[in-house]
């Protein structure tokens, strides 16, 4: 089940975000339109994510009320890391066919601070989830939410062009 929704997850994100490049030359409105649906297309993926988290962590309603709450707040706290990397996404592909040096480190930059912000959002969680759940859940729950995005961001990165030399 978590294989067959995780590949659903990351083909829609796929098709939603490569379908951003060539709306990048396209009018105002229609990038507009591409961005209300990769915003609509990111919540169906926390929905979508927060239903496999429940369905494999298996906590119990006394763990459930504590460790729900401080899911929401780090998933706020990481969308708002996640909205970096979808910047520098939209920037890179609005830019792909005249990336200079310059910009192409500066994406590479941005990238890479988005990776770290990550490791050290869970770093920072890891104390936090455990003071609500055992060391065991806490693991699992921390190597599903890895699991998931390694996986979205493999199936985008999969479909994203290389930069040229």
Known sequence: MLKRNLLAISVVTVMILTSGAPA???ASSDQSKVDQEIDLLRKDIRSEKKQLIAANL?????EAT???PIYDQYTAELVKINDAKYA??????????TLTDDKALSLGRQI????DSVAQLRLKYVP??????????TALFFQLDRRLVMMIDLQVAAEIPIVQQ
């Open 58 to 62: 298996q906590l119990t309603d006394t």
């Open 112 to 115: 890479l601070g988005v990776d």
């Open 128 to 137: 936090i989830v455990n003071k609500v759940i055992p060391g065991k859940k």
């Open 88 to 97: 520098a996404l939209k920037e890179y592909a609005a830019n792909y066919s």
């Open 66 to 68: 504590k460790f729900w």
């Open 24 to 26: 990048q030359q396209a």
